[in-house]
């Protein structure tokens, strides 16, 4: 896959925005599985992420450059652990993803600041992922089931 995610990293317009509609694949075959077995995928490509991300800010001679986008790929799919493969709930987690990555609140602003390599490039997504994860299952709590 690389860190450039099949070459949207190299699209010239919104490049983290692209790599983020690379992870619906994923997220379709993980929303296909257990819980603990999407966890457990994820983990393990967001091992690889870094560890890419790493070798890749070694290449381009740079710290989180945007053609690198699987941090997105990582990203997005801690945003929909145990989250229903539904068209509401896709555009919810994209769209929250999205913010939160753009917009860096704290503590995502603190991690991608002050964590370097490839570790800080991908830490930064899991978090605004973690974050959107938890924010849709608040959502889903306070309106009940999964909207309808």
Request: glycine share 12%.
């Amino acid at each position: 896959m690389g860190t450039s995610v099949l070459g949207l990293g190299y699209l010239p317009a919104a490049p983290g925005t692209w790599g983020t509609l690379g992870a619906l694949p994923l997220y379709w075959l993980l929303s296909n599985v257990p819980v603990g077995a999407a966890v457990a995928a994820t983990l393990a490509l967001t091992a690889v992420a870094v560890a890419l991300s790493s070798r890749a800010e070694t290449i381009y001679q740079g710290h989180d450059v945007q053609h690198i986008v699987i941090d997105e790929v990582v990203g997005l799919l801690w945003a929909v652990v145990a989250v229903p493969w539904r068209l509401p709930q896709i555009v919810a987690a994209f769209v929250l993803f999205r913010l939160l990555d753009a917009l860096k609140p704290w503590p995502i602003c603190a991690i991608d600041r002050r964590v370097g390599g490839g570790l800080g490039v991908v830490l930064d997504d899991v978090v605004a992922g973690l974050a959107a994860c938890a924010l849709l299952h608040g959502a889903r709590f306070f309106w009940g089931g999964w909207w309808g």
